[in-house]
């Protein structure tokens, strides 16, 4: 993220909470511990907050949480392999043999 773009998610802030300080010291700070962050995360980020939250983001709660973003990654990856795999499945499915399930329902009565 650029100068320019943390201070636009500060006037985002400032938007929602008209106290929060976006002085060009504060977009400095920011910038200090933003500047490997992508903008649109960010904004999610805040946008997120602001729904939750009556009081303005700091910079931990403007990055997110990373193990939270990294177990979503995750269970987004897992969760798609798992649909790729049903799908795999349903394409593959086929009925049993006839009599099979005649044959099963024969053995079960006899139990």
Known sequence: MHRGEVAKLLMIIVDNYPN???SNENVDRHLKYLHDFPFDVAVRNVDGHIRTSKYP???AEIRGSLGE???RNRMRTVTEEY???RARAREEACPPPPGWKEAIYAKLRRA
Request: glycine share 0%; hydrophobic share 50%.
């Open 20 to 22: 929060f300080d976006a």
């Open 69 to 71: 973003q990294v177990e």
């Open 83 to 85: 649909f790729a795999e």
């Open 57 to 59: 983001p700091n910079i």
